[in-house]
């Protein structure tokens, strides 16, 4: 059985700004060997082609990284991106622009030079993960990993990236690195 998760999210790092806000939402089921993460997307604009591609990419980088652990039982997260067809039915819907633009984000991307990297990044912020750059949503700086803009030929997923899910599971569960 799926468990739906609506989480508001709300980083203020500069006392001068507005808050960054947005809601990280998916579903998520446990089994006995693994942690079931599904996000629902309405990719308005998008070719299939596009959608396609955006589905390997985001599971490839995403998908097998980490794990929740109990102390005893430790489930590695695999995830599910599911493109739907009507917005109702989505997680998130993201509004695809088919021309070069400034101010990609959760929800609005410039598709025609959109990287591997970028689709990866902003798809972390579908599942609650902030940004680790300066001026971003940042709860700290950091630098190599995906949601600080890095290539996403190197060892970019953090563990704490699922900290929204880890206590959506409940108080027990922790993340943990599976490419140590």
């Known amino acids: 059985m799926w468990t739906p998760v609506t989480i508001p999210m709300s980083i ?15 579903s998520y089921r446990l089994t006995d060997n693994s942690l ?24 490839r980088i995403w998908s097998d990284k980490a794990a929740l652990t109990d102390g005893d039982t430790v489930l590695p997260i695999s995830l599910n991106l599911v493109s739907v067809s009507k917005a109702k039915k989505a997680d998130h819907k993201v509004k ?5 633009g400034y101010g990609t984000g959760i929800d609005k991307w410039f598709a025609k030079h959109l990287d591997n990297k ?41 563990p704490d990236y699922f900290d929204v899910l880890a206590s959506a599971v409940g108080a027990s569960w922790s993340p943990v690195d599976l490419e140590l």
């Open 96 to 100: 695809v622009i088919q021309r070069d």
């Open 36 to 59: 079931d993460l599904k996000v629902k997307v309405f990719f308005k604009g998008a070719t299939d082609k596009q959608v396609t591609k955006w589905e390997k990419v985001i599971e």
């Open 12 to 26: 203020a790092p500069y006392p001068w700004a507005d808050p960054f806000t947005w809601t990280a939402r998916f």
């Open 118 to 158: 970028t689709v990866a990044h902003e798809f972390g912020h579908m599942i609650g993960a902030p940004d680790e750059y300066e001026w971003g949503a940042t709860i700290q700086v950091r630098e190599g990993t995906l949601m600080a803009g890095a290539d996403t030929r190197t060892k970019i997923i953090m």
